[in-house]
């Protein structure tokens, strides 16, 4: 299947669990696993009940210092024929309140089951979406 922009986006927000990559203030990358949800022209994660340190996570604090992130997701299989990835390039805040807060914990939930349950109440990840990149096989 040939995709278009919209495509990627569609592909990438019907999957379970994507990459966020962000910047430490040092300059590392640091890379963790989230959930995530996709309205319009914005992904949505959360910091949820999982067990966690602390919900000051460095991933909020590398974004309070420098917005630009990537998210990655990725399909693999022993078929290589099946494999395909995209990624989003944007721009992220950290909301702790608000109506983009609000948006998030609705879009997750609406996403994820367990979030019906138990809803995510940590602060959330808004990403502006901008550049979109994405590969599967040739057919």
């Known amino acids: 299947m040939n995709l278009d922009r ?7 927000a019907a999957y379970p669990v994507a990459h966020l990559a962000t910047t430490r203030p040092s300059g590392a990358p640091h890379v963790v696993a989230i959930t995530f949800a996709i ?5 949505y994660s959360m910091v949820d009940h999982k067990p966690k340190s602390t919900r000051r996570l460095q991933r909020l604090a590398n ?13 693999y299989e022993d078929d290589w024929g099946r494999l395909w990835w995209v990624r989003i390039d944007g721009e992220a805040r950290v909301a702790s309140g608000g109506e983009a807060w609000e948006s998030a914990r609705r879009a997750l939930s609406a996403k994820y ?17 901008g550049k979109v990149n994405w590969w599967e096989p040739a057919r």
């Open 113 to 129: 089951q367990q979030y019906l349950v138990r809803p995510p109440a940590g602060p959330a990840i808004v990403v502006e979406i």
């Open 63 to 75: 974004i309070e210092a420098n917005p630009h992130v990537s998210i990655l997701v990725d399909h």
């Open 6 to 12: 919209d495509g990627a986006i569609g592909r990438a």
């Open 39 to 43: 309205e319009a022209e914005r992904l």
